[in-house]
């Protein structure tokens, strides 16, 4: 067997709880253990690839369940969820410092390679993005006119961009505006 007899399915390693009846609409039989612990049965691992997204390095990218533009994943209790760049982080180096942020250098919310984060304060993460980008958007003019043509749908230009339904509808119907510099 692939699997240890009661360890949840999904890859976290908790332990699953004995089925106390028989629910064949769920694959459940009596007195032997379930395959996910509650909530965990999404269909997504909690996994990244490796993917080229322009950076020096390639991402890795989240490919586990999502929390907006951020990629969310469960904690090794199994109980919890958090950010999955920012467990990525703790595992590796402990806890991110109080009042520090975690930066992601490549611009890619859904990355998780360490070498990609980085802990800034607050105000440094905010110019950080502001000196990054030096748009109010991210989205270069050719971008904007293809997302404006009206060829992709909303799910589609969110995936492709990285960006939130709200901002890739607010593109579409208004374009974006540029900071002017003084």
Known sequence: MDTDYGLCKCGCG????????????HGYVKGVPRDY??????????????????YETPCHIWRGGRSGRYGWARTRDGIRS???HLMT?????????????????CEQPLCVRLDHLAVK???????????ETGRVS???????????DGS????????????????????????????RKK
């Open 121 to 131: 304060t607050k105000s440094e993460h905010a110019r950080g993005h502001r000196r």
């Open 14 to 25: 908790g332990r699953t709880t004995i089925s106390p009846e028989t629910d064949r609409s």
């Open 152 to 179: 992709m749908t909303l799910s589609q230009i969110m995936a492709k961009y990285g960006i939130s339904k709200t901002h890739a509808s607010y593109v579409r119907r208004h374009g974006i505006k540029t900071r």
């Open 37 to 54: 612990r509650l909530g965990h049965r999404t269909g997504r691992p909690q996994t990244w690839i490796e993917e080229e997204r322009g």
């Open 89 to 105: 982080w703790k595992l590796a180096n402990g806890p991110v410092p109080h009042g520090s942020h975690l930066h992601h250098l």
């Open 82 to 84: 958090t950010f999955a």
């Open 138 to 148: 991210r989205l270069s003019e050719s971008d904007v006119a293809s997302i404006q």
